[in-house]
């Protein structure tokens, strides 16, 4: 179980912004490849390792995350938390529940984007751009992860379950419209699932983690900055925040190569990692942005098969789309000069006003003057012809 059921009715709430705001958000806290201490910013990310970790700020040049949506269902957030609000909503159709601390420490691990500019000035997420969809639930998990995955969210992150819940169905549904979904390591057995244990800053497993069998990725887990009760800030440990994390890197990945499909991502944040512990793979994102673009080189943004499909399927070809708007824009600047010729020709009725005018002058003359008579015959009688 993981919270209250109020599907009953629908609230979603829009929390100061969006993706702009988060963006701008970023740019004041200077977030480049250069740490803001080197323009005499205080810098408070030496702070959290994790992002040190796994190399993020070495992405930041290239991409924040804008344009990415990562949903999280099954959990509750601190809504007016100065670390959330720029790229947050909040829809309650599902529920309320879900535990507020957690929720809100995993959310800003994703995409936290600070608010000051001294070292007390919140923390940062590893995607810091990105924009973030809460989902509070407790007993509709698999339908809050379609409803996410229905409305473009590309990276899903699960909560953490004891795994007797079979969501399998919701996550293969939200693979094939398009989202990666990543979970904290044994939750249970879904192939459909990046699973992700926690790292100390040494390097170690978290105690508690799972077997390395149901681990596919490790990722920094252990005493993490991120946002906490009271507007502040607090450390936490544990594999939902490894998982964050995780989710974090892959919000960047798809906003850096959007051609790429979920399970290509997914490829790349593996194969791309480097040695962790146990020999499981360990998250770093350089390497992973090297792996991507290695998938990405032979993949166009657009599919040209499918535009070739479509055609032969008896689709309107791209050309005729032009041929069409061209001939449409034609005809509006035709019909424009007629009606502009047509409205300035006489636009105040003046001409009509002085030929009805003339008429009516040339009527009253004619009522005045006589009828034209025969002409009147003088007197005297009609001589007869003589005869011979």
Same mark, same amino acid.
């Given at each position: 179980m993981l919270g209250g059921?109020?599907?009953?009715?629908?609230? %979603?709430?829009?929390v100061l912004g969006g993706t702009a705001a988060a963006c701008a958000a970023?740019?004041?806290?200077?977030?480049?490849? @250069? +740490?803001?201490?080197?323009?005499? @910013?205080?810098?408070?990310? +030496?702070?959290?390792? =994790?992002?040190? $970790?796994?190399? *993020?700020?070495?992405?930041?040049?290239d991409t924040q995350g804008q344009g990415i949506t990562v949903?999280?269902? #099954? &959990? $509750? @957030?601190?809504? !007016?938390? +100065?670390?959330?609000?720029?790229?947050?909503? @909040? !829809?309650?159709?599902?529920?309320? #529940? #879900?535990? +507020?601390? %957690? =929720?809100? =420490?995993?959310?800003?691990?994703? /995409? #936290?984007?600070?608010?000051g500019m001294d070292a007390d000035g919140g923390v940062l997420g590893v995607s810091p751009a990105s924009n973030l969809l809460v989902l509070p639930t407790e007993d509709e998990l698999d339908d809050a992860i379609r409803f996410a995955a229905n409305e473009g969210a590309q990276v899903i992150l699960l909560p953490e379950t004891d795994g007797s819940t079979d969501l399998t169905d919701a996550t293969q549904e939200a693979v094939r419209n398009g989202a990666l979904v990543v979970g904290p390591a044994g939750g249970g057995e879904d192939a459909n699932v990046l699973t992700v244990a926690g790292t100390t800053e040494n390097g170690d497993l978290i105690p508690g983690s799972p077997a390395a069998g149901g681990v596919e990725l490790t990722a920094p887990g252990a005493d993490l900055e991120t946002a906490g009760p009271d507007m502040g800030q607090v450390q936490v440990t544990g594999t939902p925040y490894? *998982? /964050?994390?995780? *989710? =974090?890197? /892959? /919000?960047?990945?798809?906003? !850096?190569?959007?051609?790429?499909r979920p399970d290509q991502v997914r490829e790349a944040l593996v194969q791309g990692a480097q040695q962790g512990p146990d020999g499981l793979p360990a998250l770093h994102l350089p390497t992973a942005q090297a792996q991507a673009a290695g998938i990405a080189q032979d993949i166009p943004l657009i599919d040209e098969d499918l535009v070739e499909e479509g055609e032969q399927s008896g689709g309107v070809p791209v050309w005729a789309w032009f041929v069409t708007v061209g001939a449409v824009l034609v005809l509006g600047v035709i019909l424009l000069v007629?009606? &502009?010729?047509? $409205? %300035? *020709?006489d636009p105040y009725g003046v001409e009509a006003e002085r030929r009805e005018e003339d008429a009516q002058i040339a009527a009253e003359r004619a009522a005045e003057d006589p009828p034209a008579g025969r002409r009147k015959q003088r007197g005297g009688r009609r001589r007869k012809t003589r005869g011979n």
């Open positions: 059921n109020s599907r009953d009715r629908t609230h %979603t709430r829009h970023v740019t004041a806290l200077g977030l480049t490849a @250069v +740490p803001a201490a080197a323009d005499g @910013v205080p810098d408070f990310r +030496p702070d959290q390792w =994790g992002l040190q $970790s796994i190399g *993020a700020e070495e992405l930041w040049a949903a999280l269902p #099954g &959990i $509750s @957030v601190y809504e !007016d938390h +100065p670390d959330l609000v720029d790229n947050l909503t @909040v !829809d309650t159709q599902f529920g309320e #529940g #879900g535990d +507020p601390e %957690t =929720g809100s =420490g995993a959310a800003a691990l994703v /995409a #936290g984007h600070g608010h490894a *998982a /964050a994390v995780a *989710a =974090g890197a /892959a /919000a960047l990945l798809r906003a !850096d190569y959007p051609q790429l007629v009606w &502009i010729r047509r $409205s %300035t *020709a």
